[in-house]
């Protein structure tokens, strides 16, 4: 089992940058593919982005963050990371780090982390 704990949310203004991190238990983090999904008020969770498991060389956007959101993992911290560009008033929401070892499918995550709050004001 692994456990998730995400940092780094806050309010920022339209057009910002924040960093989230999810920060992971145990010893065998590099052999998780790693996700971040998001869940505005009202409606249900998406994807928001994957990484492959190892040296994460395999990377999945959704549509509406590609070119602005960017994940990557450091496996000698058990860290993930999710650095958000250009932010826009949309992508207010909490954000959830997965894991899985399942593969590589947006249903396949088993381990979630308690989510961190981000706000963008217009």
């Known amino acids: 089992q692994v456990q998730l704990v995400e940092s780094g949310g806050g309010l920022v203004q339209a057009g910002g940058s924040l960093r989230l991190s999810c920060a992971a238990s145990g010893r065998t983090f590099s052999t998780y593919i790693m996700g971040w999904f998001r869940q505005a008020p009202g409606k249900e969770r998406e994807f928001v982005a994957a990484i492959s498991r190892w040296s994460g060389g395999s990377k999945d956007y959704a549509d509406g963050v590609k070119g602005r959101f960017t994940i990557s993992r450091d496996n000698a911290k058990n860290t993930v990371y999710l650095q958000m560009n250009s932010l826009k008033p949309e992508d207010t929401a909490v954000y959830y780090c997965?894991?899985?070892?399942?593969?590589?499918?947006?249903?396949?995550?088993?381990?979630w982390g308690q989510g961190t709050q981000v706000t963008v004001s217009s």
């Open positions: 997965a894991a899985t070892t399942r593969g590589w499918g947006t249903d396949l995550y088993d381990y």
